[in-house]
């Protein structure tokens, strides 16, 4: 199946300009261009996309993403360099998973606190209020 750009625009929620960037800086592979000009993403291309997408959802540089794609390249004797590259993607990852969970906590704990306090009808802050209703 082939795609226009506006649609893999839509499918990834990505804007036209940062795919002509992937592009531009070697992350997808060349996109087949019809004679008018207009791009055609195949599947695989979309593979390729998708990829990427899940590498920079999880904070992966784009220069690591190039590297990345540059040893894919290279084929198997890059397997154990990707591999590792992978490993600390997502040591990476549970890093900022645990950082999350614990503001989460304390999220959780001030809309614990703000929920009693509306329930009480008073504010620390503002010891009166509610004594006048």
């Known amino acids: 199946m082939v795609y226009t750009i506006k649609e893999v625009s839509e499918k990834f929620h990505l804007n036209i300009p940062t795919l002509h960037y992937y592009e531009k800086e070697g992350l997808l592979p060349p996109i ?7 791009r055609e993403y195949t599947d695989k291309d979309l593979e390729w996309l998708a ?6 959802n999880t904070g992966m ?3 690591n993403i190039k590297h990345y794609f540059e040893l894919c390249k290279l084929g198997k004797e890059s397997v154990n360099e990707r591999h590792k590259m992978l490993l600390d993607q997502k040591e990476h990852i549970q890093n900022e998973i645990e950082v999350l969970n614990a503001s989460l906590i304390t999220i959780n704990k ?9 329930k009480e009808d008073s504010d620390a802050i503002n010891p009166i209020k509610g004594i006048f209703k």
């Open 51 to 56: 990829l990427i997408c899940c590498f920079r």
């Open 32 to 38: 087949k261009r019809l004679p008018n000009g207009n």
């Open 110 to 118: 001030k809309i614990n606190y703000y929920e009693k306090q509306q």
């Open 61 to 63: 540089s784009i220069s």
